[in-house]
């Protein structure tokens, strides 16, 4: 076997690798399985123009491949030349400009459509290396948000509610793209963009960043988690409750957690309503620290199912099929637990918190999320990074810190 086979062979397997991998079964991020009215709305467009595309592809193919046969210089004499058919090249003009015809009104009009503004509800989204931020405020499907409500990594929507993302960057061009609620928008610095999404029924709708981004690009996801009316109202109410009813118990571990998460974290990171000890407001400065300007606000942290951009889990991996398998009647009661899920009442730690992952996190995430590719570069943006940081605490440090985040429920 020559070099140039084998070349060809192995780009083939590669090939075919890469196309059944997009195709696995029960892919979490597949445009043909649409679960929202826009999501359908493009589906119902692109099957169509699918199967048309194919079917002219397979003809196109087919005409070549007899032409290549049937016509293969065999050292025949050259065929005498003619000139072309009228019919045939008026024909075979007006069947394209007919079949584009027939692909640009129904895309004309599904661009309108996607274009709509209507909703019952609004967040404002910003992207920033490496996560997205939700900023909710207003009424958001019937439920008042009294406060504002700051979080990260997860977008939590009732379902059966049109809900209109304001979306943009703080840094660089990213782009937000959950595929079973609606197609792609650009987050662009300086610029708004909106994009609406509609869930049928409670689950969790997975996306990504499809604008690269930096060097942490493919670790920048992101979900939609759809809710009922009822649980996204307690999803709510969890959010805005009181620092006080979560506050840790004097000299306990979670306490001394909370004296280093102000001495360690707090100045990129914010928790709500969080004060010293001398009753001053604990208000984080990102800007000072953070490329951005921004870091997730970690207030009721254990109520998300991921970190890190979305891209590192905080449930076990039992726990986690358990939710994303879940019926719709169950899956809201489920997510409203966050890790606390399946845990007994008396239990001093969650069963379905994976704290291997969260500790590692600590100990050094961007070894789990690379930041820059020459650490020299840091230089160029006085100090601040692109990313956490290490921040060198030590094994009881990160005990202390995760009391403490376990109280944020």
Known sequence: MTFLTRRRLAGSAVAAATVLAGCAKDAPQDTFKPKGSNA????????????????????????????????????????????????????????PALILVGVGIPTVAAVFELADQKSECVVNVTGQQWWWEYDYSGTCGGVEITEPIVTSGELVIPTNTSVLLRITSRDVIHSYWIPALNGKRDAVPGRLQTL????????????????????????????????NPADFQAWVDNQLEAYADNAPEADTLAAKGESTFIASCSRCHQVNELVKKDGTPVLAEPDLWVVSGAAPN???????????????????E?????????????????YLQGVWMN????????????????????????AMKPNYSDPAKLDSTGGRTRGMPNLHLNETQIDELIAYLLERK
């Open 40 to 95: 359908r709305t493009i589906d119902d467009l692109q099957r169509p123009l699918f199967y048309v595309a194919g079917a002219v592809g397979l003809i196109v193919f087919a005409a070549i491949g007899y032409s290549i046969l049937r016509y293969k210089d065999r050292g025949q004499d050259m065929p005498k030349q003619t000139h072309g058919k009228t019919w045939l090249e008026v024909l075979l003009t007006v069947i």
């Open 343 to 366: 845990t007994d009442a008396d239990a001093d730690k969650p069963v379905c918190f994976d704290e291997a992952t969260l500790r590692d996190w600590l100990r050094d995430a961007p």
């Open 298 to 316: 970690l207030t009721n942290l254990m109520t998300r199912t991921a970190i890190g951009g979305w891209t590192f889990d905080l449930l076990t």
């Open 196 to 227: 609406r999404l509609e869930a049928d029924e409670p689950g969790i709708y997975v996306g990504q960043c499809t604008e690269f981004c930096g060097l942490s690009h493919a670790r920048m996801r992101q979900a939609a988690v759809a809710l």
């Open 318 to 334: 039992d726990c986690r099929e358990q939710l994303w398998n879940a019926s719709p009647e169950e899956f809201g009661s489920l």
